[in-house]
């Protein structure tokens, strides 16, 4: 259950969490899920299922896909773009990697973190895909990406091809 007690600057604890996830066809049945910079995705994806295990679960492009391994997941992303074009970041470096949790009140989330102080990078919007997303830099120069799920959408409504064990 959601708490709807307004969030405090003064108040250290974060919005409750039910860890239950509205279903969505375009995202992992997951939380937390990490996301991979790569030069070659298709060469990561090759590598990553014939040496670790994982399957494809979706592709989207030649250029991002979803890994699943077990219940966990990962996304694979061509190279991230560098810092100095992303939003203001702070140097000149290039991302490569940023985590993805799921959340089920994204706006509660975003408000109680911008009460805590957090950089917020990208205001919380709406994908074609299904999700509101919110991002967030972390003390350390971590990007943080905050999903909701507020429609259940076929990937292929958006261009993303759904694989039956790909790999």
Known sequence: MVSTRPPSRNDP??????LAMSP????PDCVVIPVLAYADV???ITWLCAT???TVRLRIGDHRAQLI????AVVVTQGLAPKAVVADLPTDAALTHSIMLRVPDVDLHYAHAVS???RIIQLPQTFPYGEKQYTAEDLGGHLWTFSQTVADVDPAAW????SANEC
């Open 69 to 72: 391994f077990g219940s966990a």
């Open 13 to 18: 604890t974060p919005p409750s969490v039910n």
């Open 24 to 27: 969505n066809r375009s995202m």
């Open 159 to 162: 261009g993303g091809v759904l």
């Open 116 to 118: 805590r102080g957090a």
């Open 52 to 54: 670790f295990g994982f």
């Open 42 to 44: 298709g060469a990561a």
